[in-house]
Every structure is written in structure tokens, then in C-alpha cells.
């Protein structure tokens, strides 16, 4: 089992730039995948971005490549989304997710933070 817990949301002005942090607690941070997932009002939740447990592959949906940047420091357990040129669209509760899949599908995930909102104004 991995804990994890996500900070940095906030309310930004499109264009600016906010980097998220996913503390994870557990001795398995280093050998599993990480992800990053995103609900917006309404909308089901979706895949954003992944990174493997060795940070060796990384994968992001189109919406977010060359804005977004998934990272991982297995010193400090932790798991970063570095988040520039925000969008109005961008806007969402992020969650950050373990699995030991190398995979972008939800339901592969089985530990889930508790969600940091970030709202993007025009």
C-alpha cells in the first residue's frame, strides 16, 4: 500500500505556471508507476500524464505535452506535475495515483490521493 497526498493547487490567471507535489508514504514508491489524473466539473475523471517507476518512460495525453512535466524523486518520495501555460481548460481537481502497471488506464490504479484543485481564470 502506498499513502499519498497531493499539494500545490491554487487559483492561477491563464499562462501562469503552478507545480503540483504527490507525497507518498511506503516503502513501494520506488518500484511502482506514477500518474497523474484530473476531474473537471462535470466531466469523468481522465489520464493526464505517467511516469515509470525508474523515470524512464513518461507518457502525456496531447492536451498537456509541451506544457506539463511529470518528475519523480525517489529520495524523497515524492511525485511532481510542473504545470505551464495553464489554460481555463486545465481547470480540474488533480489527483495523483500508484499503479503497478505501466499504464494510462484508471482502473489499473490502486492508490489514489485525496485530490488538489486547480482553477485557471481567463
Known amino acids: 500500500q502506498v499513502q499519498l497526498v497531493e499539494s500545490g493547487g491554487g487559483l492561477v490567471q491563464a499562462g501562469d505556471s503552478l507545480r503540483l507535489s504527490c507525497a507518498a508514504s511506503?516503502?513501494?514508491?520506488?518500484?511502482?508507476?506514477m500518474g497523474w489524473f484530473r476531474q473537471a466539473p462535470g466531466k469523468d475523471r481522465e489520464f493526464v500524464a505517467l511516469?515509470?517507476?525508474?523515470?524512464?518512460?513518461?507518457y502525456y495525453t496531447d492536451s498537456v505535452k509541451g506544457r506539463f512535466t511529470i518528475s519523480r524523486d525517489t529520495a524523497k518520495n515524492t511525485l511532481y506535475l510542473q504545470m505551464n501555460s495553464l489554460k481555463p481548460e486545465d481547470t480540474a481537481v488533480y489527483y495523483c495515483?500508484?499503479?503497478?502497471?505501466?499504464?494510462?488506464?484508471?482502473?489499473?490504479?490502486?492508490?489514489w490521493g485525496q485530490g488538489t484543485q486547480v482553477t485557471v481564470s481567463s
Open positions: 511516469i515509470s517507476w525508474n523515470g524512464a518512460y513518461i
Open positions: 495515483a500508484a499503479s503497478k502497471k505501466l499504464s494510462s488506464v484508471e482502473n489499473t490504479y490502486d492508490n
Open positions: 511506503g516503502r513501494t514508491f520506488s518500484s511502482i508507476t
